[in-house]
């Protein structure tokens, strides 16, 4: 299973940007998934997660800002983020629990490359 991240790029503070994940392989069933995201110098921290049932959490920074969601049949997550500000510089990361594998399946998790999303002031 792979998962691959797109759509970070350079944005002017207070633009939009919409992040997608996508994952590859012999996929039974994702299960919740989530976006991470790494500054320079600091540790990688939550952003947001969905579960398989669509609840989801997000970090208080981005509260209001950011929408995690998911579309299973493509095997794709997405995150909308609104009012970029530079304190949202970071490399982006999706991480997804996976189902791999039919009719026996076993459960992992998955790190996607990382996007690099860079808000200008």
């Known amino acids: 299973v792979q998962l691959q991240a797109s759509g970070g790029g350079l944005v002017q503070a207070g633009g939009s940007l919409r992040l997608s994940c996508a994952a590859y392989?012999?996929?039974?069933?994702?299960?919740?998934m989530g976006w991470y995201r790494q500054a320079p110098g600091k540790q990688r921290e939550l952003v947001a997660t969905?579960?398989?049932?669509?609840?989801?959490n997000y970090a208080g920074s981005v509260k209001g800002r950011f929408t995690i969601s998911r579309d299973s049949a493509k095997n794709t997550g997405y995150l909308g983020m609104n009012s970029l500000n530079s304190e949202d510089t970071a490399v982006y990361y999706c991480?997804?629990?996976?189902?791999?594998?039919?009719?026996?399946?076993?459960?992992?998790?998955?790190w996607g490359q990382g996007t690099q999303v860079t808000v200008s002031s």
């Open positions: 392989g012999s996929i039974y069933r994702i299960n919740h």
């Open positions: 969905i579960t398989s049932g669509g609840d989801t």
């Open positions: 991480k997804a629990d996976v189902s791999v594998g039919s009719p026996d399946y076993f459960r992992r998790e998955y």
